[in-house]
């Protein structure tokens, strides 16, 4: 990647520091010391200093914050108004996850103001800078939460009933960080601000890693879903309990992982059962019950509809074998979405008017603005991951290539900044609400 500019040396000298200073600031919230990973979960003490992060580095730069009625968190730059460009990302991580993924975005936007007023540029229109809120649903399981709700995309009364581990629901979770819950939902005031949303994201995958490149522009965000698997049985004693008196729900679970590997193979797509809930979770006491989330993704929609209807009927017949109960329910699923066109469009020209070559790729991974794709034009820039690995204390991405996409976001932002927005689209409410 080349920038064809005078004191281009310089300017990535001053960026690459600015970069390190204010990166190096958020480094250490809700990270843990023993594994490196991340533990920033919504709602939560470590996700309140994530917030006064953002409000600090906001008002360094004289931006005025804003906090909508879904807790997402708004920087300003210019009066806030309809038509705005906006980017960012969110700050929250999976569990034990990595440093880029989200946060990233967040950064690469407060300096690309940094670097567009440096520069001298008179915006035509506002810019915000957006913090999403449980963009991970490692809380509350359910994933791009905040633009969910702001999209219509969740029904607000559903989306305030979930409850993470410790029973603890979103709603009462919210009032006690101090946001009023009744206030949820959808929140066409705020979509109108959005002429056009552009995110910068850490690539999660080796398409650019095994290119030249270290920028590339999104495509399309590939069909995916999450299905909540429970099996109940009896729980009794390890050790005085015959196996043939036992039923134990973690037989049929063991046995629908393993279909869940094969059916992925068989239909070219990847499932996981990555997080599992046992009951009462003694080692010395069989379950009575065993809760298991199965991500599903894939190329093709209806392919991934009928995977997960074959791992049912497999864990229905195991489940039956074994006097267990099993019930499947859908909590998300996303169809395809493919970015919008002539905003993508826009985003390569003037990257290659800026001598920035990127590569057009899609992702399996989901993201906030595959969620406000459905409502306003959107469109996503991804940074060289040199490993693919992400949702793990290894996620990395050079500092380098870190500083690479804070550039090319600038060039972006610049020409929607400075330019006619001919981009913006007819585009409805969603028609599936994710449940």
């Given amino acids: 990647m080349a920038l064809a500019r005078s004191g281009a040396t310089v300017e990535r000298d001053r960026l690459r520091a600015s970069f390190d200073g204010v990166w190096g600031d958020l480094a250490g919230v809700g990270r843990d010391p023993r594994s490196g990973g991340y533990d920033r979960f919504s709602w939560t003490g470590v996700d309140l200093g994530l917030r006064e992060w953002f409000v ?37 991580s999976v569990p034990g996850g990595g440093a880029f993924d989200g946060p990233l975005g967040v950064v690469s936007a407060l300096l690309a103001v940094d670097a567009l007023r440096a520069s001298g540029l008179a915006p035509e ?26 999209t219509g995309a969740v029904d ?29 939902g959808l929140d066409e005031a705020a979509l109108a601000r959005i002429g056009v949303f552009v995110e910068l994201h850490v690539e999660q995958g080796v398409h650019l890693a095994l290119g030249e490149e270290s920028v590339g522009v999104a495509s399309a965000i590939l069909p995916h ?53 046992v009951d009462p979770n003694g080692t010395n006491a069989i379950p009575s019950r065993v809760d ?27 489940a039956a074998g074994h006097g267990v109960r099993l019930t499947v329910t859908n909590d998300s699923f996303t169809p395809v979405v493919e970015f919008d066109a002539s905003l993508s469009d826009r985003l390569r ?14 992702t399996a991974a989901g993201h906030d603005a595959g969620i406000l794709a459905a409502r306003v034009p959107t469109a996503m820039l ?46 409805g409410v969603p028609a599936e609400a994710a449940r």
């Fill in 225 to 277: 879903g999450r299905w909540h698997f429970c099996f109940e049985g009896e729980g009794n004693h390890a050790g005085t309990t015959r196996l043939v008196d036992r039923h134990d729900p973690m037989l049929p679970f063991a046995e629908a992982v393993g279909a869940a590997r094969r059916l992925a193979d068989e239909a070219q797509a990847v499932t996981t059962f990555g997080r599992v809930r």
């Fill in 125 to 150: 229109r506002p810019l915000a800078v957006v913090n999403f809120v449980e963009e991970e649903g490692a809380r509350f399981g359910l994933a791009c939460l905040g633009s969910r709700l702001m």
């Fill in 382 to 427: 991804f940074v060289r991951n040199p490993t693919g690995i992400s949702h793990s204390p290894h996620e990395h991405a050079d500092a380098s290539d870190c500083v690479d996409g804070v550039e090319a976001l600038t060039v972006v932002l610049r020409d929607l900044l400075t330019e006619s927005l001919e981009v913006v689209s007819d585009r």
């Fill in 292 to 318: 298991a989330w199965l991500d599903a993704r894939g190329a093709d929609e209806v392919g991934i509809v009928r995977l997960v209807d074959d791992l049912r009927r497999v864990a229905e017949e195991a």
């Fill in 349 to 362: 020209s003037s990257l290659g008017a800026a001598s920035i070559a990127a590569p057009t790729l899609p």
């Fill in 156 to 184: 607000a009364g559903h989306a305030l009933s979930l409850t993470d581990d410790d029973g603890t629901s979103l709603a009462d979770a919210m009032s006690a960080a101090g946001h009023a819950p009744e206030h949820v």
């Fill in 56 to 92: 600090a580095e906001a008002t360094r730069r004289g931006l005025e914050v804003e906090v909508d009625r879904n807790g997402n968190q708004w920087a300003w730059w210019g009066a806030p108004a309809d038509g705005a460009v906006v980017t960012g990302s969110h700050l929250d």
